[in-house]
């Protein structure tokens, strides 16, 4: 009987079978897409449009790379990249795979933790050596400031150390609304900014940046891999997290414990 006979993605006439099924009303709409998907061969190998977005910085840095090597190894697949530093609700807005820095809330959502990164003090060279070393988050008072509003947007800068919580209320000249102009600022020796260690990575290997005030930097915020299917999930999102899993797990860029 039609109703209770399972799908079967390598028959002739699977696709008539999911439109007879939809027809009388078995298939509610949320697996009308999966079940098309299954006969049309999609969850066994890659193909289709898949959409993956990051924070901006991350996905230029971190996830392009990984999608242009996804790319040459799927040619059957296109993807939407959609990178902003806010965060997105994927079901809502028709996405296959997002890259989280934070606390989940979301229980709802599959996830893969893939490392974490630190909210971090840093300055130039050239501007540590022309107004000296901070020692104590209180010494941010007397320096030059710039504000990287997406990753710290508050100016009452929150550290962590042995003896507790501090908060310094600090005074910006310089706001910025993206984190690579307050990269660019830092390096050209205006003064000290807070970043995510995975903007800065090349910055801190090369020495063009400092990182400073480590004893008293907060905990590190967990890098996760999150999407809506499980393992069920067709080819191309399957193909895709595995991927992102081994690369963003070799990252030196990003801590891993």
Known sequence: MERTAPLNPTAANGTARIL???EIGILSPEFREQAVATASGSYAEPKGVLSVTAPVLFGQIHIAPILTEYLQ???SVAVRAVFYDRI?????????????IGHLKDSSVFATPVGSIQRLVCASPIYLKKYGMPGHPSDLIDHEII??????????????????TESVKVSPRLQCSQNGAAIAAAKQGFGITRLMSYQIGEELKNGSLTRILRDYEPKPLPVSIIHLEGRQANAKIRSFIDLAIDRLRASPYIDHY
């Open 73 to 75: 190894q799927n040619p």
């Open 20 to 22: 007879v099924i939809w």
């Open 88 to 100: 997105s609700n994927i079901l809502d807005e028709g996405l296959d795979v997002a890259i989280r």
């Open 147 to 164: 504000q990287a509003s997406t990753v710290e947007p508050s100016t009452t800068w929150q550290f962590e150390s042995s003896t507790g």
